[in-house]
Nanobody
Framework: QVQLVESGGGLVQPGGSLRLSCAAS????????WGWYRQAPGKQREKVAA??????????DFVKDRFTISREANEGAKTTMSLAMDSLAFEDTGVYYC???????????WGQGTQVVVAS
């Protein structure tokens, strides 16, 4: 089992920045892919970014070089994954979820989510 806890969400103005963090613990050595997903009101959950096999990164088309996913080196059975978000827009509003997976799709484990609101 892997436990994921997000933090760092909040209210930001358009054009602003936020950095989300995800504290991971447990059997992190089994994890092949880490990711961030988001769900806007009334919409389906979508993938924002992912780190595959510790080096390959993937981003949703809507990211357009605005976001950066990263993960720190393991400290025992713990690690921290981050999502740095710049040039935030209204449509980036939603609940952001940290995720981890045993295969290239990081969907085996989920955090509880952190709310991001972009508003002027």
């Amino acid at each position: 089992q892997v436990q994921l806890v997000e933090s760092g969400g909040g209210l930001v103005q358009p054009g602003g920045s936020l950095r989300l963090s995800c504290a991971a613990s447990g059997n992190i050595f089994s994890i092949y892919a880490w990711g961030w997903y988001r769900q806007a009101p009334g919409k389906q959950r979508e993938k924002v970014a992912a780190i595959i096999s510790n080096f390959r990164t993937e981003y949703g088309d809507f990211v357009k070089d605005r976001f950066t996913i990263s993960r720190e080196a393991n400290e025992g059975a713990k690690t921290t994954m981050s999502l740095a978000m710049d040039s935030l827009a209204f449509e980036d509003t939603g609940v952001y979820y940290c995720s981890a997976g045993l295969d290239p799709r990081p969907t085996s484990y989920w955090g509880q989510g952190t709310q991001v609101v972009v508003a002027s």
